[in-house]
């Protein structure tokens, strides 16, 4: 076992893996910016170095930096934990070139999993579900139009070079066909200087539905079931629960087992997530693998009882697996709420500042995963996210209840946060009967009938 | 720690956070044995007990121009708050010269320019040449060779001359 790990991240979750390596004993060691230079979870931590100025180039995404770090403190091991340099394979590599193992997957697993396309041919072999769509470029109108005839509208037409939600159009019949594909091809030149599309099923009101998966370096790879993450707004997820009310058994089943398939076909160890997509009909599509662990990550830690993140390090540290997949329950739900720094009522602009009132739910079922206190400034230069309230109960309903007198107990002042959207969702119907998709939020309180608010 | 220390040095980290335990208790007074090393660290006056609120300040002015001068005469080891500081730019080893036989850079006394290269600090095998970016007489070094050193960590405190 690794007896000193530096953490290559901040905030929330730097703080989450502090604590699973005082758990184990393990000597942490946190890095910081300038901007962060005074945080209280960083005297949690063994050695803190400061890597550089606020902005995350220099610091948090300077691998130079944050390996000299590693170098200095001689640790074993860097942890990356979500964003920054976790799905970084030249920063893997780099780590593990300097004989310090680098807390996720095999470098290999993660060019895989990082290229979309590679990524589509590893499901399609192990035969877990795509999204129906063309082959690779589509040429020609006439190709498009046969395309979609052939998966059934609607369909998407998606430029090749596109991200960001920008180069897709929604076609929803072959008569707009001909014009949207010539329009799509238009405007991704104009975007993106390249012209190619593809073309997928739209699949209508879908659900965001994960599989958490755990692998070792022996080969085995275990799932811990799902987490339903259709709340979003702006494809930003808001909460998070496990099990899905969306889906049953049978397709969990499934779901599932497709996952741990798909992980195993890319020799996939430590932390990972297989989002897809869900339709109406429970029909299931893969979208894509996350090699790292994930915000929500606690969700499941409530329901199964597995510390996912001591996990990821003993893996790393060559151990095997000890969980055996009939063993692991789902216990109850587990609803998170991603409480972050930002202004609903001014389209969610970010709202920095000093806290200097913090005062945390607790009771029965009641987790609170932050690095915020009372005294401490949210500083504009990161992610707005400074808390996220879990709540697991036996039942959907009573995990509902207690996140409602949660909400209402979470004092954070004065800066404006989520956490009355959150409360406003809980009192939505579709919410509570289980029965949301991805655009259910847009939908609810962001239409165009509440335009120029 | 694995920090490199050198024989009979401090380490800087250690005293930083021994200081902070006497501001965060209070204390005027510590003194430390640890094998062969004695430290005695003294703070400021006796602190005086005061029972009554302080007035709340009127119109806090900042001073003016550089440091006031100071009513009471700072304790030596307190940094003179007219010097300039050069901090380490990047995270490493800091090396006082180029090689162990080789005298150091610079010593207290000298001049710098900001040109003038003050150190090295050592990252994954490249050896990086500081420079002062300021100008000024040198007149304490902050950290011992082959100390590891943080981004922005000061390194020499410079008197403007």
Known sequence: MFSRILIANRGEIALRIIRACRDMGIEAVAVYSKADAGAAYLNLAHDAICIGDAPAASSYLNAAAIMSAAEITDVEAIHPGYGFLAENSTFAQMCRESKIEFIGPSTEAMDLLGNKVKAREVAAKAKVPLVPGSKGVVESEEEAAAVAAKIGYPVMIKASAGGGGRGIRPVHNKATLRSSFRNARAEAEAAFKDGSLYIEKLIERPRHVEVQLLGDRQGAVVHL??????????????????????????????LCSAAVRLAKAAGYYSAGTCEFLVDIEENFYFMELNARIQVEHPVTEMVTGVDILQWQIRVAA???????????????????CRINAESPDHDFRPSPGKINDFIVPGGPGVRVDTHAYAGYTVSPHYDSMIAKLLVRRPTRQEAINSMKRALEEFKIRPIDTTIPIHQKIFNQPEFVRGDVDTGFIERTFFSSSRAGK | MARVLGENHMDIKHLKNLVALMVE????????????THILLKRGQAPVVNDMPLPAPVQAAPAPGPAPEAAVTPPQDKPDLRDLTIRSPMVGTFYESSDPDTPAFIKIGDIVEPDTVVCLVEAMKVFNEIKAEVSGRLTRVLVNNADAVEYDQPLFAVEPV
Do not use: F
């Open chain 1, 225 to 254: 079931w799902e987490r339903d993450c259709s709340l979003q707004r702006r494809n930003q997820k808001l909460i998070e629960e496990s099990p899905s009310p969306h889906i049953s058994a049978r397709t969990r089943r499934k």
């Open chain 1, 318 to 336: 060559g151990e095997k697996l000890k969980l055996r997949q009939d063993a692991i329950p789902q216990n109850g739900t587990a609803i998170e």
């Open chain 2, 25 to 36: 208790n209070d204390l005027t007074r510590l003194e430390l044995e640890e094998g062969e």
